[in-house]
């Protein structure tokens, strides 16, 4: 006999949850928090990984993240993977599905959802973007909605990469690389190291990585780069490519980056951009009709990340270089800092 399906009112599940709450700079703490009840479309997901992102390591440095500054107690990350547990009486998935977490939430009914570009919705939110707590926490209830089953190759103890991984698909096909295009990829840091892969699934012919971290490149080179450059020390002597996917969020690598851009080609802007920046070279841009576009977060993407995972094509375990007990999450945040050799850190749970 079969076992019978788990009513959506059963209360074997917790009522609070262990999280990690942000009060200000330098100031994380474990608390254990009410956990809301499953609404007919909720499911409660135990976490297994987290991804320390770029953005937690603001927030906790500095109680901000660019324009966004942390007004009240928040719990942090919007990386994050781990197992179902309960589900909502509308939901399709059972327990025990492995699932990643997408963590925005659009508002679906916007010109800008309608469009299918749900990344920009104007009053969309972001588990972890303050005041919206993340998903730094044993468990969360989430929508059903955020949910992307994981393949079994890729356990829920890595899957919080599968985020920083649709940031990458995002950027290639907002930067719209083909087969046999000529990319540089400036800033090898996590983004930059998948971002690479995913050009490289997509067929790029050349691809040429850029970073002042010797460590950074030599990951690059293993995962198909085609060329490594140290700035710090080496001309960046290349001319006529056909693509630019900025990952450094450094303003001088964006201006020197769309230089070696040929006609017709194209810069994409993937690293947090500062909020104005001179020295765009815009005649230059004009003139060779180079296009100049952004990503931002990314819209639709967790699938095909899943499948590049899936596949192997993209190597996530290459980038992960380290990983804390949620008990240490203070250290967790700043290890990237601390040792410029670390990529993605990860929580455990
Ligand atoms: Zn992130
Ligand atoms: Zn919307």
């Known amino acids: 006999m079969t076992s019978p399906a788990i009513p959506s009112s059963q209360t074997s599940t917790p009522l609070t949850t262990e999280a990690a709450m942000l009060h200000g700079a330098r100031d994380i703490r474990l608390e254990e928090l009410p956990l809301r009840a499953l609404r007919a479309d909720d499911v409660l997901v135990e976490i297994r990984s987290g991804g320390i992102c770029g953005s937690d390591m603001h927030y906790f440095a500095d109680g901000r993240n660019g324009i966004n500054v942390l007004q009240q107690p928040t719990v942090l990350g919007h990386e994050a993977a781990g197992v179902v547990v309960a589900a909502g009486s509308e939901c399709g998935i059972t327990p025990g599905t492995p699932v990643a977490i997408e963590p925005a939430v659009p508002c679906r009914n916007c010109p800008a959802c309608e469009s299918g570009r749900y990344n920009v919705c104007p009053t969309g939110i972001c588990f972890g973007s303050p005041p919206t707590h993340g998903l730094f926490a044993r468990h969360v209830v989430v929508p059903e909605t955020t949910l992307h089953v994981l393949p079994n190759n890729v ?51 050349e691809i040429i990585v850029t970073d002042i971290n010797d460590d950074r490149l ?28 900025e990952c450094s969020a450094n303003t001088a690598a964006l201006v020197s980056g769309i230089k070696t851009l040929g006609p017709a080609a194209r810069a994409t802007v993937v690293g947090q951009a500062r909020p104005s920046v001179d020295g765009i070279p815009l005649a230059y841009l004009q003139r060779n009709e180079i296009d100049l576009v952004t990503a931002f977060r990314y819209a639709n993407a967790f699938p095909a990340a899943i499948e590049l995972a899936r596949s192997g094509k993209v190597d996530l375990r ?32």
């Open 318 to 349: 290459a980038i992960i270089t380290g990983s804390f007990p949620l008990t240490d999450v203070a250290s967790a945040l700043v290890a990237p800092i601390q040792d410029p050799a670390h990529l993605k850190v990860l929580l455990s749970f």
């Open 218 to 245: 030599a990951v690059a080179a293993r995962l198909g780069a085609t060329r490594v450059i140290n700035t710090a020390r080496e001309d960046l002597d290349v001319s006529g490519l056909d693509r630019l996917i």
């Open 155 to 205: 356990p829920p103890e890595i899957g919080a990469a599968i985020e920083p991984l649709a940031v990458a698909v995002w950027a290639v096909e907002r930067a719209d690389v083909r087969a046999g295009h000529r990319v540089l990829i400036t800033g090898a840091g996590p983004i930059g190291l998948l971002v690479a892969q995913v050009a490289a699934a997509r067929g790029a012919a």
